[in-house]
Nanobody
Framework: VQLQASGGGLVQTGGSLRLSCAAS????????MGWFRQAPGKEREFVAA???????TFYADSVKSRSTISRDNDKTAYLQMNVLKSDDTAVYYCAVGRATSSDQYYTRESYRYWGQGTLVTVSS
């Protein structure tokens, strides 16, 4: 299984980015898909997740009003982030796993496969 995250870059405060995650897993449509981020010197934290076949969505409070996670049932998932802030600067990782309850979407342990990350830098 391979996950390829892309779409990161340098953006000004208040700008937008759309991150993409392309998965090679054949049964992608039945897996939970999540985005996490890790800022310098900090632990990796949950950002957003989406359930199997594009069902339920979950967001961290810090991005809830500014972000939308979506997916194709095939092999690509997206994270649209708007009104970016300097605190959003981080390496963003996509991950695929299985979750049988809402709480599990938020935890790193639920995700078995991880992409290499894409860097988002928000400048003021």
């Amino acid at each position: 299984v391979q996950l390829q995250a892309s779409g990161g870059g340098l953006v000004q405060t208040g700008g937008s980015l759309r991150l993409s995650c392309a998965a090679s897993i054949r049964t992608f449509g039945i897996h939970a898909m999540g985005w996490f981020r890790q800022a310098p010197g900090k632990e990796r934290e949950f950002v957003a997740a989406i359930g199997r076949r594009g069902g339920s969505t979950f967001y961290a409070d810090s991005v809830k009003s500014r972000s939308t996670i979506s997916r194709d049932n095939d092999k690509t998932a997206y994270l649209q982030m708007n009104v970016l802030k300097s605190d959003d600067t981080a390496v963003y990782y996509c991950a695929v796993g299985r979750a049988t309850s809402s709480d599990q979407y938020y935890t790193r342990e639920s995700y078995r496969y991880w992409g290499q990350g894409t860097l988002v830098t928000v400048s003021s």
